[in-house]
């Protein structure tokens, strides 16, 4: 009976919230899927994580590509401009992922997966080439990258799919397995091996968060890794970025220049760094200075004291991601969150990796730093994605209908 007072307040602020969902005045909160008091702990954190994230990439890369871009294009502010913009349509997305209901994203996430393997299918027999990859689709003025663009559709299929995993029949099992394999092989086929180990852990780990059975998780495991292999073996390139990961020092102006030069400007940064603008390294030392290696030239310029500040950015990011999957009421809200969290942080771990010696050279890009507009925009939809499961958390939003209990 002393409850009961308790009980009836909660029931009443729920009221009062639902009936303010429903209830919004002004165009700025109409374009709010909840009004901002509404909105849980992480979602705020979440936004302003991803605004400064997006404001620091552009700082870095104007940092890193000014001279080139300086000497090569005739204008010190080529790169910035041009991802400026991208990051303009990039927040436009990340805004729409967050206005759409999750049950709608889901729902089209099988059609566009299937859209991105054709296109990516599309790159081996009409591709642009580069570095020996086929990886782009040249459209008028635009370079698309689909694999890049798959990602998000990747992540909400894997829910799709791994969340009524007990409860759906072996032939939707095997489609959706054999449409995720057939991705996965196409983007090996690019050649993109970092790609598809990205992609082949963040399904890993979403039918780990599902539950899955140990011994099916540890034979997609052998699997993948022997397919990796097999792919390091058929493509010399990739051979020879093992080897010279193995000992850059052997061939230090050959195949291991590009980590010698990355390792150099990491050391040079010691333990406060140069100053930003200061990076030697990036005057046409390191190569893919803009992109691949843009974590070499920020450590160089920030130093040890930089680098950890990342490094603990990336675990608050990981540390938020866990506490929206935990908030999440359905099963596959909190499976997209897990996997749009593997993929976030994964990629970053993964490119850091890299650049530091870690890992043999591969091909991705430190999320919302690097250079180029369709990371840009994968990273930052697959960020509104994380943010709007946080929204459904409330049980304010989302649902059969907006504004429904579920």
Request: glycine letters at 10%; one cysteine or more; proline letters at 4%.
């Amino acid at each position: 009976m002393q409850q009961e007072p308790l009980v009836t307040a909660t029931v009443s602020r729920r009221r009062s919230a639902r009936d303010r969902v429903r209830q919004r005045p002004g165009l700025f909160e109409r374009l709010m899927p909840l009004p901002w008091e509404l909105w849980p702990a992480e979602a705020r954190l979440l936004i302003g994580l991803a605004a400064c994230w997006s404001l620091a990439g552009l700082v870095i890369l104007g940092s890193a590509s000014w001279w080139v871009a300086l000497r090569e294009m005739g204008d010190g502010a080529f790169y910035v401009k041009r991802q400026a913009v991208w990051l303009i349509a990039s927040w436009s997305l990340l805004s729409l992922a967050l206005t759409t209901n999750l049950r709608r994203c889901l729902k089209w996430s099988g059609p566009a997966l299937w859209i991105g393997c054709v296109m990516i299918a599309a790159t081996l027999v009409m591709g642009t080439t580069v570095n020996g990859a086929s990886r782009w689709l040249v459209l008028g003025p635009l370079q698309i990258q689909p694999s890049e663009l798959v990602k998000p559709f990747v992540v909400l299929q894997a829910a799709n799919l791994f969340a009524p995993w007990k409860r759906i029949g072996l032939d939707q099992k095997l489609l959706w397995l054999a449409s995720f394999g057939a991705l996965l092989l196409l983007i090996l086929k690019q050649p993109n091996l970092s790609t598809a180990a990205l992609m082949g852990l963040t399904l890993w780990m979403v039918a780990l968060a599902a539950g899955l059975r140990w011994r099916s998780l540890l034979g997609t495991a052998i699997a993948g890794g022997a397919l990796g292999t097999a792919s390091i073996l058929i493509n010399e390139y990739q051979r020879l970025r093992v080897v010279s990961f193995l000992d850059p020092w052997k061939d230090p102006m050959g195949d291991g220049y590009q980590l010698v030069q990355s390792l150099l400007a990491i050391g040079s940064g010691g333990l406060m760094g140069q100053g930003y603008g200061l990076s030697t390294q990036k005057l046409q030392y390191l190569p893919i200075q803009s992109t691949d290696f843009i974590y070499a030239v920020f450590a160089e310029e920030f130093g040890f004291v930089g680098s950890l500040m990342l490094l603990l950015f990336l675990m608050l990011m990981a540390w938020l991601g866990l506490r929206v999957a935990l908030r999440c009421r359905s099963n596959q809200a909190r499976l997209v969150a897990i996997g749009c969290c593997t993929i976030l942080v994964g990629q970053s771990i993964l490119n850091i990796a890299v650049a530091s010696g870690a890992m043999p050279t591969t091909g991705l890009p430190l999320p919302l730093i690097s250079y180029g507009g369709n990371s840009l925009m994968s990273s930052l939809v697959i960020l509104g994605l994380l943010i709007r499961c946080s929204l459904e958390s409330t049980g304010l939003i989302g649902g059969r209908a907006s504004g429904a209990p579920r």
